[in-house]
């Protein structure tokens, strides 16, 4: 069975005080759940990444970062590269976030590009995809989805995906407090697990974790998490508190004993 993995987006909040809050309340109330069982992640901003990994030290939260550049070092003002993540002991990247690609002009090939870079480092890359709404009342969910990965996991061989996270991100989900329906999740990521299939083999697919992001909640996880082909969530404004994050991971853990 693949390990689910539960990871928190804080995206542009929490200063650094509150950051360390947030990490010691979560690392308090989740700390009897079995980190054999699940991966849960913290992905704090750029800023509080170092003294939210020290207090992760010898816990079972692990590390996780928003973005990457896809050069080791160079004259790239404000961007921040694999090695830099490595450097300070992050072991998970978000890759080609929906607002990255909708703010800041990223794109499947920049996605290809980072996604290679983080893999290189020894980072475990999450790679997000997903249709807006126009797209999907168009039609062409799939077809979109198909793009994303095609380009997105263009020139990663068998052993390189194995190490790679996919979040399937309806963008009409995200943060709007419109969850998509199981069904619509469910659809939507046995299509990529399928295709995954037709890029790679059977056994490769079976292997890569797929998670669920869009307005999860305390109240919608565990009905996402019984679903065959969704391996966890990514999860937005939910994460944000000790509350609802621990009661998202528990109720997570729960429905996988
Ligand atoms: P949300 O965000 O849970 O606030 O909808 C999810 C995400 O953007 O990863």
Not at 13 to 32: M, P, S
Not at 79 to 84: A, C, I, L, N
Not at 103 to 114: C, L
Not at 130 to 143: I, P, S
Request: overall charge negative; some cysteine; proline content about 3%.
């Amino acid at each position: 069975m693949r390990k689910t993995i539960i990871a928190g987006n804080w995206k542009m909040y929490k200063t650094v005080v509150q950051a360390i809050e947030l990490a010691n309340g979560l690392k308090r109330e989740l700390f009897a759940v079995a980190s054999d069982e699940i991966d849960i992640v913290l992905c704090p901003p750029f800023t509080a990444l170092s003294e939210v990994g020290e207090v992760l030290v010898d816990s079972n939260l692990q590390l996780g970062a928003q973005d990457t550049f896809w050069q080791d070092e160079g004259a790239f003002t404000g961007e921040v590269s694999p090695m830099m993540l490595r450097d300070i002991e992050v072991k998970f990247v978000i890759i080609g976030h929906s607002e990255r690609r909708q703010y800041f002009g990223e794109t499947n090939e920049s996605v290809n590009k980072k996604l290679k870079a983080a893999l290189g480092a020894g980072l475990v890359p999450i790679v997000c995809v997903g249709e807006t709404l126009k797209q999907r009342e168009g039609g062409e969910t799939f077809k979109v989805l198909e793009e994303q990965l095609r380009e997105g996991l263009k020139g990663i061989e068998e052993q390189g995906i194995e190490g790679v996270v996919i979040a399937y991100e309806p963008v009409w989900a995200i943060g709007t407090g419109k969850t998509a329906t199981f069904q619509q999740a469910q659809e939507a990521q046995k299509y990529i697990r399928n295709l995954l299939v037709k890029m790679y083999n059977n056994e490769v697919a079976e292997k890569i974790r797929i998670q669920y992001g869009g307005s999860v909640k305390p109240e919608n996880i565990a009905e996402l998490i019984r679903q065959p082909d969704i391996d966890g969530a990514l999860v937005g404004g939910a994460s944000l508190t000790t509350e609802s994050f621990t009661a998202i991971v528990k109720k997570a853990s729960e429905v996988r004993k």
